[in-house]
């Protein structure tokens, strides 16, 4: 395959091998040979093993877990494809990690996103794409194009496909997340409740409220980034307090660290769905209602339409 100005490379870093070579199998085409590895003391040692010269470059990275070393591959691998004379470099971060971080949350604290945006576009990147950011002003904080993808379409697919909707309602885990729901509920044409709570501290949540008449319905808590779990199992707990028939949720990105696997599989949630712009763990993989919702088709939409100089925003029209 061939874009408008040269040809495609796709070269992937090991956060997620598996997206990776699943995007490239969308796209028709193999992964460029690449070796992406480390010295005895951890260095990172690139090095690109086919002619990339005026190629139109996507890197595939996601900067989750461990973040550090996959941020570091990332703007690695990026100053490989610059000193080998790529056209134009894409970084396709389908988790942008340090996200939460986009604002200072305290006297004397950093604004790490934008640190890392700053950190991507002086390694070399041409532009980013990413899906469903914490928070959408994020794209700001990169002087280059940036094209935030979003999840809701397939999920969107996958909610017609399984439920009712007669007797749906799309629940907002906080007051943060109610433009998220709003949208989804707006394409699925259900009602929208909102779960109120107060977090007394970082990884810790508690229910104080239930905003909407949930009584019968199967609820389905829509956000884009699961970490400890924490909030999901308190909302859902709240939501069967105030007579809900059953609840799921729909979540983009699936941190899902330290003990959440097992904090979702002994919660009264149904069924969690997360994509895979993160690499599943072992844990999530073996819980039984953890589901992962595949991605691939989507971002290679949209490379093969950001490498043919077409419109990106028409994918969610």
Request: hydrophobic share 45%.
């Amino acid at each position: 395959m061939s874009g408008k100005n040269g040809s495609i490379k796709l070269v992937a870093g090991n956060s997620n091998p598996a997206l990776a070579q699943a995007i490239a199998q969308g796209l028709h085409m193999p992964l460029t040979k690449a070796v992406v590895r480390r010295f005895a003391d951890m260095e990172i040692f690139v090095e690109v093993q086919e002619n990339i010269r005026g190629s139109d470059a996507f890197i595939i990275q996601s900067t989750s877990f461990p973040a550090n070393d996959n941020l570091m591959e990332l703007l690695i691998i990026t100053d490989a494809l610059r000193r080998s004379s790529a056209r134009r470099i894409t970084a396709v971060i389908p988790y942008f990690g340090y996200a939460r971080q986009d604002r200072r949350s305290g006297s004397r604290t950093p604004i790490s996103a934008k640190l890392v945006a700053n950190l991507i576009t002086h390694a070399g990147v041409d532009r980013v794409m990413t899906l469903d950011l914490h928070a959408g002003q994020i794209q700001g904080f990169f002087d280059i194009p940036t094209d935030n993808l979003f999840a809701a379409p397939l999920m969107v697919r996958d909610i017609r496909e399984r439920f009712d909707l007669g007797r749906v309602m799309v629940v907002s885990p906080d007051v943060g997340g109610v433009a998220r729901a709003r949208g989804l509920a707006k394409r699925i044409n259900t009602p929208l409740a909102i779960v109120d709570k107060r977090r007394e501290r970082p990884g810790e949540s508690e229910v104080m409220n239930v905003i909407g008449d949930v009584s019968g319905y199967s609820c389905i808590l829509v956000d884009d980034i699961v970490d400890s779990g924490g909030t999901l199992v308190n909302a859902a707990d709240a939501l069967i307090a105030k007579g809900a028939k059953d609840v799921y949720a729909y979540i983009t990105h699936g941190v899902l660290s330290g003990g959440a696997a097992a904090r979702i599989t002994n919660s009264r949630l149904k069924e969690l769905v997360i994509t895979d712009s993160i690499l599943p763990t072992e844990a999530v993989t073996k819980a039984p209602n953890i589901r992962t919702l595949p991605i691939a088709s989507l971002i290679s939409d949209a490379i093969a339409r950001t490498a043919a100089e077409e419109s990106v925003s028409s994918l969610f029209d």
